[in-house]
């Protein structure tokens, strides 16, 4: 009864700084980024009521909360979070503050089942609401032996990339289309872990971005459009520098748009520097498994 109250406690207040937000605000994203917080907030706050009665790990940055099944890679997923947490910061220049919450599913079916989807959904992380949600090694990884566990769970493992995933909503507050989140996220995992994901062996054309921004889960090549996030995110970074990213995540941070941000901090629009993106970056980058740099 108390669960049923709260989730239409929740509901109300999202409709309700949604639409309070868009009274004040309307030439920019700004009530996108006013209310996106507060409405960040509650959910953590709410699927943090959810998992109470879960089995739990704390350290200096994250709770980790896990069933009784994962105690045994609990510390590790703690750990790798740890690890993480510093140089992905220093690399968006953002500190969350507080603990954040670190959710550990047994199983693929467990994890689908939080966002409705069929239980075979290969996913092994997800971010959403404020919260980080890793799938267990014991799910994955093959090996039996503690320390090859380790050694594939922090290379390979969800923990970096989800964790940036926390960063950019953080920082740029909501305000960020998916293929750039996926680029960010990407990049900051490579620098991390040295891990990068295939590409695709069937490219015939870049995406173009309108498209990536309507429509990212349902383009039809999804190694195509994972590889061009990160690839345009590379260029962007190769070209202007790290800093460069850091104040375009701000400037959306302060309801800008993308085409306002990039105008701003890189001094030419969005269309323009797709053109140069695609001008300057081979086809071919996409259908091989390198790294971009």
């Not at 990039?262 to 269309?271: H, I, P």
Request: glycine share 8%.
């Amino acid at each position: 009864m108390f669960q049923a109250w709260w989730q239409v406690f929740l509901i109300f207040c999202l409709i309700f700084l949604v639409l309070t937000g868009g009274l004040f605000f309307s030439q920019t994203e700004l009530p996108r980024t006013v209310t996106y917080g507060l409405m960040r907030q509650l959910i953590a706050g709410y699927t943090a009521w959810q998992t109470r009665g879960w089995a739990s790990l704390t350290s200096t940055h994250f709770i980790l909360r896990y069933q009784p099944g994962d105690a045994d890679v609990a510390p590790l997923v703690l750990e790798t979070a740890e690890a993480a947490y510093e140089p992905a910061s220093r690399l968006l220049g953002y500190r969350p503050g507080g603990k954040l919450l670190i959710l550990l599913y047994p199983d693929r079916a467990s994890l689908a089942r939080q966002f409705g989807w069929p239980a075979s959904e290969g996913a092994m992380g997800v971010y959403w609401g404020g919260v980080v949600r890793v799938l267990s090694p014991h799910d994955w990884v093959e090996s039996q032996d503690p320390s090859e566990v380790a050694a594939i769970f922090k290379t390979a493992g969800p923990v970096a990339h989800e964790f940036t995933h926390l960063l950019v909503d953080m920082k740029a507050r909501g305000n960020y289309p998916r293929w750039l989140t996926e680029g960010v996220a990407q990049e900051v995992e490579r620098r991390l872990t040295g891990f990068t994901m295939p590409g695709s062996d069937r490219a015939q054309a870049w995406y173009p971005l309108k498209d990536m921004d309507r429509g990212f889960d349902s383009l039809p090549d999804q190694s195509l459009a994972y590889r061009q996030s990160w690839l345009i995110v590379d260029f962007l970074v190769r070209e202007r520098g790290i800093t460069t990213l850091r104040q375009l995540l701000a400037s959306l941070g302060e309801g800008d748009t993308l085409d306002q941000a990039f105008r701003q901090v890189l001094g030419l629009s969005l269309d323009d520097f797709e053109r140069n993106f695609k001008k300057s970056v081979p086809l071919e980058r996409a259908r091989v498994s390198l790294p971009a740099g």
